[in-house]
């Protein structure tokens, strides 16, 4: 079956403009992560979604980053007046168990480049 | 707080040789131990996890981790690396503490010498 999808998988933005960031999970799968890896780090925990609720969001860096998820499948990252130090690659995951019962599925990101 | 300690950036080896990557972790009562491998232009799979029981556990692509409480460890290895090995792996910890986060090491990147 289809994986875990995100788009777009690259995107270019202004320094003060706002980005939307898409996740597919697959399909059935409850447990929905987002991370964020910058160059050379591993991967930062930003927020993580049960159905549609977030019963976590401690790894989020600021308040220009929300995310949201809607019937309980596609997930929305966004990030208002980027900032250059927003440049990374975010990454979505999706479990079908809280993470510490089952694999997550990883999909193969969004870059984000902040000029 | 759990934290996990990759110490290794980068390592080299030769293919067909032993490799072990180190993983250290910290955590207050008995973690939830993974290992994901990130491909060049691939997405994070799923190499090992440890929950519990025996504390040597087998995974895909030939590796095996051995959790050590005393050491609060958990060494990946495997017996004969293949070119196709060379990747970045991840060592991640997860705990009941919180349901929802696994905390990720900050990788180690693997390259196999011809």
């Known amino acids: 079956g289809a994986g875990v999808s995100q788009s777009p998988s690259n995107k270019v933005t202004e320094k003060g403009k706002d980005v939307e960031l898409r996740c597919d999970p697959i399909?059935?799968?409850?447990?929905l992560y987002w991370y964020r890896q910058s160059l050379g780090q591993g991967l930062e925990f930003l927020i993580y979604f049960q159905g549609n609720s977030a019963p976590d969001k401690s790894g989020l860096p600021s308040d220009r980053f929300s995310a949201e998820r809607t019937g309980g499948s596609v997930s929305t990252l966004t990030i208002q007046r980027t900032q250059q130090e927003d440049s990374a690659v975010y990454l979505c995951?999706?479990?079908?168990?809280?993470?510490?019962?089952?694999?997550?599925?990883f999909g193969p990101g969004t870059r984000l480049t902040v000029t | 707080a759990q934290s996990v300690t990759q110490p290794d950036i980068h390592i080299t080896v030769s293919e067909g040789a032993s490799l072990e990557l180190r993983c250290n972790y910290s955590?207050?009562?008995?973690?939830?131990l993974f290992w994901y491998v990130q491909s060049p232009g691939q997405g994070l799979q799923l190499l090992l996890k440890y929950f519990s029981g025996d504390t040597l556990v087998q995974g895909i692509k030939g590796f095996e981790a051995e959790f050590k409480r005393s050491q609060s460890s958990f060494n990946l290895r495997k017996p004969s690396v293949h070119w196709s090995d060379a990747a970045e792996y991840f060592c991640a910890v997860g705990g009941s503490s919180s349901a929802s986060k696994i905390i990720f090491g900050s990788g180690t990147r693997l390259s196999i010498r011809p």
């Open positions: 399909s059935g799968h409850t447990a």
């Open positions: 955590y207050g009562a008995t973690p939830y």
């Open positions: 995951a999706s479990s079908s168990q809280p993470a510490f019962f089952d694999e997550q599925y």
